[in-house]
Structures are given as C-alpha cells and as structure tokens.
C-alpha cells in the first residue's frame, strides 16, 4: 500500500506500509533474569536471548555492511 504524507513544511513524503499480520512477532524470553557475572546485578531485557548484559558479553569481531559507492561526482 503506498501512503503519502505532508508534513508542516507542507512537504510530501513517501513510503509504504506493512500489513500487520507480515511482521513476525519477537520472540521473548523470561523477565527478571539477571546477568549471570556474580556481581552484576543488570537485569536482562526479556528480548535479550542472552545470560550476559553488554559490559559482561565476550567482545565479538564487528562487520560493517555497506554499499559501494557509486561512481565518483566532484563537489562542484
């Protein structure tokens, strides 16, 4: 379904949505757990699928996805 928006600058933006019933539900997990180093006491969030919060998770190597970039246009 395309909408179309205008904002207070009477500019038009456009977009679409989403039927309701496409999105999968998240998936959550008990609430109140705790992080599982013994003298934290972070309570986890319930869409947190971990047992560690994030100062207590091991470091993992991080990839950055990006497109490439089109041809190459000097500032005029």
């Given at each position: 379904?395309?909408?179309?928006?205008?904002?207070?600058?009477?500019?038009?933006?456009?977009?679409?949505?989403?039927?309701?019933?496409?999105?999968?539900?998240?998936?959550?997990?008990?609430?109140?757990?705790?992080?599982e180093?013994?003298?934290?006491?972070?309570?986890?969030?319930?869409?947190?699928?971990?047992?560690?919060?994030?100062?207590?998770?091991?470091?993992?190597?991080?990839?950055?996805?990006?497109?490439?970039?089109?041809?190459?246009s000097?500032?005029?």
């Amino acid at each position: 379904m395309s909408l179309r928006i205008h904002n207070e600058e009477q500019l038009s933006l456009r977009g679409s949505t989403r039927a309701p019933a496409s999105l999968k539900p998240l998936h959550a997990f008990r609430r109140g757990r705790v992080c599982e180093e013994e003298t934290c006491e972070t309570v986890l969030s319930q869409y947190n699928e971990g047992d560690k919060c994030w100062q207590h998770e091991p470091a993992r190597p991080f990839q950055v996805r990006v497109r490439p970039a089109g041809p190459f246009s000097p500032a005029a």
